[in-house]
């Protein structure tokens, strides 16, 4: 049985039965549907040599091709996707909706599977996210200094019951020249869209989401830019936490990695701090004097912060200070309970 549905059904849906992206093995690394399996109806370099041939000589050729290429893939289609089925029912979208899915759809529906098919495809479910982007506008701010420890806080929100979306997380960086350190990978700037919306989804559109302040990028990835604007408009709650908790945190946090390490992601900066401070603070790395070191890079992120805080509307702003000392947990109660 084959059923073609619209994205935000095939979304809902896909909680419950597995997705099947029909893509090839390129597609599916730049950017897919979050959760879903990679079941490649071509390669490649098969896709490309389809593609070429598409173009030379027409599609009956390029069917032809790409029938030779499938036909000995199309028992392992099946025993993969009957393995994977939820109550014999699996989801498979390509990129428009097009003969890639529908071909697979069909080879499942013939070998008893329920199959639902994704109108429009991949395409279709990524103007459809971006659209859904906007609708979650009722965002609270989480703000501070580099090293003020935001992304534990957030984390102790969460824990107490708040809904929270950890962009740095999902990004796989923690923002600064230093934020790839300890960290996978990040992904594509298209699956981060991806990764992003799934966590968003679990949410209704108007329900208070705890975020952490964040500039448009993250590393290598950029945000969406009513994402960014959401972010940019909504109230921060601002934390002032002393030099002294901070600077602690970051020995916490980075003394741990090689001095190589540390010096590589200074020199990153190293036009910003100035040629002495940038010298001085390699010195003290390489001195084990990390709190000098720390000092002097603190002295560039909170000149860089500062200034895109005084870009944000004063009435949307709170600040909240921090008695020195105070762990993460006894500042998200804090913020949580915080009455202006």
């Avoid at 199959?115 to 506008?137: M, S, W």
């Avoid at 990028?217 to 009513?226: E, N």
Wanted: hydrophobic content about 35%; overall charge neutral; proline content about 2%.
């Amino acid at each position: 049985m084959l059923d073609k549905i619209e994205s935000d059904e095939f979304l809902k849906l896909s909680d419950t039965y597995p997705v099947l992206d029909v893509r090839s093995p390129g597609e599916y690394v730049a950017g897919h549907i979050h959760g879903a399996h990679s079941m490649p109806l071509f390669s490649n370099e098969e896709r490309a040599k389809v593609g070429t041939i598409y173009k030379k000589s027409g599609k009956d050729s390029a069917v032809l091709k790409g029938l030779d290429f499938v036909g000995p893939k199309m028992s392992g289609f099946v025993k993969f996707a009957k393995r994977v089925a939820v109550d014999n029912t699996v989801m498979i979208h390509c990129w428009r909706g097009g003969m890639r899915s529908g071909s697979v759809a069909w080879l499942l529906s013939t070998a008893g599977l329920k199959v639902k098919l994704l109108t429009g495809g991949y395409k279709a479910y990524r103007h459809y996210i971006r659209r859904e982007f906007a609708k979650y506008n009722n965002l609270v701010v989480l703000g501070g200094m580099t090293g003020s420890g935001k992304t534990d806080i957030l984390d102790c929100i969460k824990a107490a019951g708040e809904k929270v979306v950890q962009l740095e997380y999902i990004a796989s960086h923690k923002g600064s020249a230093f934020g790839a350190m300890g960290q996978n990978e990040q992904p594509t700037t298209e699956q981060f869209e991806n990764d992003l919306y799934a966590s968003l989804s679990v949410f209704g559109y108007n329900d208070k989401i705890w975020v952490e302040d964040e500039s448009r990028s993250i590393g290598r990835i950029f945000m969406p830019d009513v994402v960014y604007d959401n972010i940019r408009s909504s109230l921060l709650y601002f934390v002032q936490v002393s030099k002294k908790d901070r600077i602690d945190r970051l020995m916490r946090d980075y003394t741990e990695f090689d001095n190589d390490m540390l010096i590589s992601n200074v020199e990153k900066i190293s036009k910003r701090l100035g040629p002495q401070h940038a010298k001085l603070a390699i010195e003290s790395i390489e001195t084990k004097d990390y709190r000098t070191a720390i000092d002097i890079v603190l002295s560039y992120y909170d000149k860089a912060y500062m200034y895109g805080m005084e870009k944000r509307d004063t009435n949307k702003v709170l600040r909240i200070s921090i008695d020195e000392g105070m762990n993460e947990k006894e500042i998200a109660e804090l913020l949580i309970n915080y009455k202006e």
